[in-house]
């Protein structure tokens, strides 16, 4: 495989599991890679375990990993713009890598997983179509029994879904066609191993991989989506816009302990999920299709019964899209602007 890739990986108390995360890494079949891992601050022993894991361990040394620790809580979005623009000593340049690669730090590589996900932009089993700008792969529940994200997806009204979540693993289950992104009729096929790409809407940040240089040009992540969600949908639809596309190739296998920085389905969850899905949508859809697409659909979600009791956080969302309506018009703007700087290589 040709190109280097830079790995970024945003901590935040995850003590629990880098150790393992790490391990992953350094076992991997594919090695042209360099570490840059971020802690958001974390008040745990986080730290320590890195700093224990990387004296033992041959693999990693000074000129494969660094670690930048933030004494506060900037976002996962702001911690891997600060990994990829803002590093004060040996700023890293567009030329220096040819991936860039996301991981979390409760994720667990299977051994050819990097080199999968990497080989997805091109060599033999992919060389289809030169337009890939990012790719995610299988993601399982921790013990690797389940699935929980192959390819992701977007309602109406910006409400995210994984597909293939929840089917027992190995599994069979329809492929989705490259490019159309129908569904194969009478096809079905064994997703481990399978060189069958699926397009997808976004790809979980937990295992994400773009091109180095797209990432660069378009401005990283908007670190307005603070402290996290819905950076890579927002992403993967600017890219989308400059003619790029996002697919999963299940053949990258990932255990993932979902939510182990922040306790899902809680009402901080909530808050963080609304106030950037809606923000998502301002700054993605024109206005009208904010009006004639968006509102209805949200309107029918909240009739359907799908948001009992969430109110006090969906009060929360639409109070703070309201107030930085004009603001997020502005970010549109801005990333129209910069996305037609961006040339289909």
């Not at 990994?83 to 690669?101: E, I, N, W």
């Not at 069979?172 to 096809?187: A, K, L, Q, S, W």
């Not at 009402?267 to 024109?286: E, G, L, P, T």
């Amino acid at each position: 495989m040709d190109g280097r890739s830079l790995i970024v990986i945003v901590t935040y108390n995850s003590s629990g599991f880098i150790e393992e995360c790490l391990g992953s890494i350094s076992v991997q079949s594919y090695t042209d890679w360099k570490i840059i891992l971020v802690d958001n601050g974390s008040d745990d022993d986080t730290i320590k375990k890195v700093r224990e894991f990387r004296n033992q361990t041959a693999v990693f040394d000074s000129n494969n990993f660094k670690m930048i620790r933030l004494k506060k809580n900037i976002g996962f979005a702001g911690a891997v713009n600060l990994a990829v623009f803002k590093r004060r000593r040996r700023p890293v340049r567009k030329g220096d890598f040819r991936y860039l690669v996301l991981l979390n730090p409760d994720v667990s590589l299977y051994p050819d997983a990097l080199e999968k996900l990497a080989g997805t932009f091109g060599g033999e089993k992919f060389s289809g179509r030169p337009d890939i700008g990012v790719c995610g792969g299988l993601v399982l529940d921790y013990e690797g029994e389940k699935v929980q994200h192959m390819a992701g997806r977007i309602t109406p009204n910006f409400i995210t879904y994984h597909q293939g979540a929840g089917k027992d693993y190995p599994l069979r289950i329809p492929v989705f066609n490259t490019p159309g992104g129908d569904i194969e009729p009478d096809v079905v096929r064994h997703m481990a191993g399978s060189s069958s790409l699926i397009e997808a809407d976004y790809v979980t940040g937990a295992f994400f991989a773009t091109i180095f240089s797209l990432f660069y040009d378009s401005g990283g992540f908007d670190s307005g989506y603070r402290p996290v969600y819905f950076e890579e949908l927002d992403y993967c639809l600017r890219i989308k816009e400059a003619g790029w596309r996002t697919v999963s190739n299940p053949s990258a296998v990932c255990r993932h302990f979902e939510g182990s920085s922040s306790k899902k389905f809680s009402k901080k969850f909530y808050c963080s999920y609304h106030k950037n899905r809606i923000r998502c949508a301002v700054i993605n859809m024109d206005l009208p299709e904010l009006l004639r697409i968006f509102i209805p659909a949200e309107i029918r979600w909240l009739l359907g019964g799908a948001a009992a009791g969430q109110a006090e956080p969906l009060l929360y969302a639409y109070f703070m899209n309201a107030f930085f309506f004009i603001f997020n018009l502005c970010v549109r703007l801005k990333n129209h602007f910069i996305l037609n700087r961006i040339e289909l290589k």
